[in-house]
């Protein structure tokens, strides 16, 4: 006989609660296994790049301090300023204080850094 669909989402549900019970048997193992590992080598958080500062025998160094590269993000270059120092670059959207000159009647000329 042709199993239903509402079958076919039982039989789904069991496997995926079975799949996670292997998981997590599967799981226990590797720590178990990690720890051991640890004991034997005598290793640190510091040592698995998982602590800040701390002491390390260079086995194991995040990319980050290894010398990889960044991007440097740009300067952002201020076009208009104001009498109380508020400044806007032109990007993105326009400040309260350049929204409440322009509706009074100034314009961005007014604000124009030269």
Known sequence: MTKT????IKQIEMLKADAEKARRKEVQGVIGRIREAIVA???TAGDLG???KGK????AVPAKKRGAKTKAKPVAVVKFR???GGTWGGRGKRPQW???AL???????DFAVK
């Open 5 to 8: 669909y509402a079958q076919y």
């Open 56 to 59: 390390s025998t260079g086995k």
């Open 103 to 109: 509706a009074a009647g100034k314009t961005l000329a």
């Open 82 to 84: 104001n009498d109380s």
């Open 50 to 52: 998982f602590a800040g």
């Open 98 to 100: 350049l929204r409440d």
């Open 41 to 43: 080598y005598g290793l």
